[in-house]
Nanobody, 122 residues
Framework: QVQLVESGGGLVQAGASLRLSCAAS????????MGWFRQAPGKEREFVAA???????????DYADSVKGRFTITRDNAKNTVYLQMDSLKPEDTAVYYC????????????WGQGTQVTVSS
């Protein structure tokens, strides 16, 4: 199972930016599907973004409608790290953000990090 460690959360004002990082273990990181999910108080965990391997050096990205155009998921395979750049943050983005990993998109919920808190004040 992949070990995941998130960092980069914090308290910011609406309109600000944050970048979350997720460091992963594993010798085949470049082929993992990596995702970000979030869970607000009293709500279920929801999908935010994913980046998955399509072969060779090609990756595809997917985003929840609520974050499209504001959040960007990227990865650095040399560092075994996936990032979530969050711009134009809104109070409704407040949640605990979790990194996830799997062999592909179908199994992207297989491994989870411990989560990092993001709080956006109005």
């Amino acid at each position: 199972q992949v070990q995941l460690v998130e960092s980069g959360g914090g308290l910011v004002q609406a309109g600000a930016s944050l970048r979350l990082s997720c460091a992963a273990s594993g010798r085949t990181f470049s082929t993992y599907a990596m995702g970000w999910f979030r869970q607000a108080p009293g709500k279920e965990r929801e999908f935010v973004a994913a980046i998955s391997w399509r072969g060779g050096s090609t990756y595809s990205t997917d985003y929840a409608d609520s974050v499209k155009g504001r959040f960007t998921i990227t990865r650095d395979n040399a560092k075994n790290t996936v990032y979530l750049q969050m711009d134009s943050l809104k109070p409704e983005d407040t949640a605990v953000y979790y990194c996830s990993a799997g062999n592909n998109l179908a199994t992207i919920r297989r491994s989870w990090g411990q989560g990092t808190q993001v709080t956006v004040s109005s």
